[in-house]
Structure formats: structure tokens, C-alpha cells
């Protein structure tokens, strides 16, 4: 196993157009995160999966954004009608449990500008 | 959701010197992870602290987890251009699901 994947690394668009992220878990890790980060801030919490299930959303997740995890493997994140303030790392992390203090293991994230 | 603090936002220094880097809140937590994250890529976990006053080292990093378990320390020793990145402490609370939630990080920088 590799780790987490995330496609693409980076990705210019347009305002108000659509873009989708792709995060492969490690493998069998039950828990999905999304996180965005921006420059000089640690990630911020977007939403997590436990298995296929979408079990919590942050108030940093604007009804243009939406996340799915099919089957309970891989992961999609699509932002609508993008904004330059959606301009952002965005990071996927996976973890074998829900336990506290399980490591979270992180994909390299991808570079989204927004022009 | 807990006020975290981490201090200091910035520190550039000379390679050789020690530091250390501050996790604070007003919250107990049930458990605090210390991460790295070096520029253009995720965090990595370092440590896992449990024991209020817990000290554990990894190689010239000392981590410690404060008595009352609400705020921990990170001390490198002699730190060298590889220990440059973003330190980031994300703390655990008693109750509700778990989810690793950050502090804002101390971005450290190890000039050669």
C-alpha cells in the first residue's frame, strides 16, 4: 500500500466552474477526511466518512460543496460555481478507527487556484 | 469547539540552536498528537501524548503533555534544515466522535 492518493495535485480553473478531487484511502482504513488549508493556517476540518456513511459536516462546507465516499472506498469532493476564496490545499486523511488519538494518515492534497 | 493556541506563529532560526513550541488551551483533553508537515505535502504524525506530564522523546525532539492535560510542549534540540515545516498540535476531547482537529501551527524554518 502506498498511502492516501489524492488527484489531482494541482488544478487552475475558472470562477464559477465546477472541479471534482479523487482521495484513495489506504486500504481497509474505515474513516475518510477532507480538510482544506490554506496559506499559514493548520487544516480545517471539512467532513468525514466512517465507511460509506457521511457522518458529520462542518459549517465550512457551503451548500457548493459536496462529498461522497461509494462502496466505502475511494473518496470525491466537488466544489460548484467555484470562488476565488475557494482557492486552497485541499487534504484527504484516513484512519483505521474512530478511537481517540488514531493516526490520521494524509495524502499530499491538491492545489486548487481559482482565477 | 476548544480555543487552541500555538505559539510561536513563526520561527526562524540558525541551525544548531534549540527551540520549543507551545500548545495551549483552556480545555482537558484526553490525548494530544504533535505533526510535522513539510512544505507540499500532508502532516505526518510525530507523537502521541496520553499521561498528564507524559515526556516522550524522538531523537532530538522532547515532547511533553502538561500536568492538567491542557496544553503540551515541543523542544528540538540542535535543530538541523530537515526539522523545517509546520508543527501542528491536534488535541483530543473526552465525549463526542473523534476527529483530528489542528491548532494553527508553529512554521518553523532551519536555516543551514
Known amino acids: 500500500d502506498t498511502g492516501v492518493s489524492q488527484n489531482p495535485r494541482h488544478k487552475i480553473t475558472k470562477r464559477g466552474q465546477n472541479v471534482t478531487f479523487r482521495c484513495d484511502p489506504i486500504?481497509?482504513?474505515?474513516?475518510l477526511y477532507w480538510y482544506r488549508q490554506t496559506l499559514g493556517q493548520g487544516p480545517e476540518f471539512l467532513t468525514y466518512f466512517q465507511n460509506e456513511a457521511q457522518l458529520e459536516k462542518s459549517r465550512l462546507l457551503s451548500d457548493r460543496f459536496s462529498a461522497e465516499r461509494p462502496k466505502g472506498s475511494f473518496s470525491t469532493l466537488e466544489i460548484q460555481r467555484t470562488e476565488q476564496g475557494d482557492s486552497a490545499m485541499y487534504l484527504c486523511?484516513?484512519?483505521?478507527?474512530?478511537?481517540?488519538?488514531?493516526?490520521?494518515?494524509f495524502g499530499q492534497g491538491t492545489r486548487l487556484t481559482v482565477v | 469547539t476548544q480555543l487552541l493556541e500555538q505559539s510561536p506563529q513563526f520561527l526562524s532560526i540558525q541551525e544548531g540552536e534549540n527551540l520549543t513550541v507551545y500548545c495551549n488551551s483552556s480545555?482537558?483533553?484526553?490525548?494530544l498528537q504533535w505533526y510535522r508537515q513539510e512544505p507540499g505535502e500532508g502532516p505526518v504524525l510525530l507523537v502521541t501524548v496520553v499521561t498528564g506530564g507524559e515526556v516522550k522523546k524522538l531523537k532530538r525532539l522532547t515532547f511533553q503533555f502538561g500536568d492538567a492535560r491542557k496544553d503540551s510542549s515541543l523542544h528540538i534540540t540542535a535543530a538541523q534544515p530537515g526539522d523545517t515545516g509546520l508543527y501542528l498540535c491536534?488535541?483530543?476531547?473526552?465525549?463526542?466522535?473523534?476527529?483530528?482537529?489542528f491548532g494553527r501551527g508553529t512554521s518553523l524554518i532551519v536555516h543551514p
Open positions: 486523511a484516513s484512519s483505521a478507527t474512530g478511537y481517540r488519538g488514531t493516526e490520521a494518515f
Open positions: 480545555s482537558v483533553f484526553s490525548s
Open positions: 486500504s481497509e482504513h474505515n474513516r
Open positions: 491536534a488535541p483530543s476531547l473526552s465525549g463526542g466522535s473523534y476527529i483530528p482537529t
